[in-house]
Structures are given as structure tokens and as C-alpha cells.
């Protein structure tokens, strides 16, 4: 039990990892909002962590950036950024993960399964990040939804269909691999 909580420990420490890397990969349409590969990172963690391990991931991530760290988009990093514009966003990465880990725990895993609570995950996101860029830049709620949301639904779409897939195909891998925990081996994974 010690040794599959270590694995864990280990894997939740590579995907803190993986989403500060893809949060580097941004460029942005408006000045308000980058467009970055977390959220494709954050499905990914959610699928194959799943809700405890996938929740420290992204909890790592964000302690992290909190202090300094620049892990976050264009690395940066400091509480400045998850108080500011974009910080609703990174609150929301903690809440998706742990609903969608949620929605996956004990049931066969499947790509659409997969897609379903990250379509759901994705939705928590928005709803979060929308939030805050609306109260900290005062804008109104369609001028919020305009810059938080709009040119990114598609792209996110894409990028969260592309991480169910992978994502299954991951954790089938690991969990023959005797890499995760029982609890995740459990599941039966289907394509």
C-alpha cells in the first residue's frame, strides 16, 4: 500500500510537471486571456489519476505558481496571478479535476465516458475563469464571456477530445503496468 501511494505521489508530481510545461506553450488572441495547452494537461491528469491523486496535481501546480514559481502561463508565477485576470482559470482547474475524477471513479472507462467529464470539466473551467475576468477587469457579462470563452471553445473542444483518447489509452497502459493503484485498476478500460 506505501508503494502504490509513493507511485502515486511520483505520478502526481509528473503531471504537476506536465501541466506547467504545456501552460508554456501560449500565445493569445486578446490581451486579456492566453491560450495555452493546460486544459488538455488538466484532462489528461484527471483521467488517468483520477479524483485524489489528479486533485494533488493540480493543487501542486498551483502552490507552485502561488509562490513564485513561474509555472503558469508566459511563466509566470506569484498569488498576484491567481488573484488576477486569468486566476479563475487556475481555481477552476482544482474544482474540474476533482468532478471529474469524481464522475470517473468506479465505472468503465471509456473514451466517451472520458469526454463526458471533461466536456463537463471544461464547462467548470469556463465558469470559474469567466467569473473572475469579469469581476477583476469589470467588464460586463458579455464582453467576460466574449474574451473568457469565446475563440477558446473550439480549440478547448479539440484539446479535450484529443486528451479523453490519450488519456484512456494511458491509464489502460499503466494500470497493466501495475503502475497505478488498485483502486484505478479496478475499472475496466475500454476504447
Known amino acids: 500500500m506505501r508503494n ?25 488572441f486578446i490581451p486579456q486571456v492566453p491560450f ?13 489519476l483520477g479524483r485524489r491523486y ?5 493543487l501542486l501546480y498551483l502552490l507552485l505558481g502561488a509562490v513564485g ?8 508565477g506569484g498569488f498576484g496571478i491567481i ?8 481555481i477552476g482547474y482544482v474544482i474540474a479535476v476533482f468532478v471529474m475524477g469524481t ?20 464547462a467548470i ?17 458579455n464582453q467576460a464571456f466574449a ?12 484539446k479535450i477530445a484529443v486528451a479523453s483518447y490519450i488519456g484512456v489509452l494511458v491509464r489502460r497502459r499503466l494500470a497493466a503496468a501495475g503502475l497505478l493503484p488498485a483502486s484505478l485498476r479496478k475499472s475496466h478500460i475500454t476504447a
Do not use: H
Request: aromatic letters at 12%; proline letters at 3%.
Open 4 to 28: 502504490e501511494n509513493m507511485k502515486m505521489m511520483i505520478l502526481s508530481a509528473l503531471f504537476c510537471a506536465l501541466t506547467a510545461v504545456f501552460a508554456q506553450i501560449s500565445f493569445s
Open 36 to 48: 495555452t495547452l493546460q486544459n488538455f494537461a488538466i484532462a489528461l491528469t484527471a483521467i488517468i
Open 54 to 58: 489528479g486533485t494533488i496535481a493540480v
Open 69 to 76: 514559481a513561474p509555472v503558469f502561463a508566459q511563466f509566470s
Open 83 to 90: 488573484v488576477g485576470k486569468t486566476g479563475g482559470y487556475l
Open 103 to 122: 464522475l470517473l471513479k468506479n465505472k468503465d472507462i471509456t473514451f466517451f465516458r472520458a469526454l463526458l467529464a471533461n466536456v463537463v470539466g471544461l
Open 125 to 141: 473551467i469556463y465558469a470559474c475563469g469567466v467569473t473572475q475576468l469579469k469581476f477583476v477587469l469589470s467588464l460586463p457579462w
Open 147 to 158: 474574451f473568457g470563452m469565446g475563440l477558446f471553445v473550439l480549440p478547448d473542444l479539440v
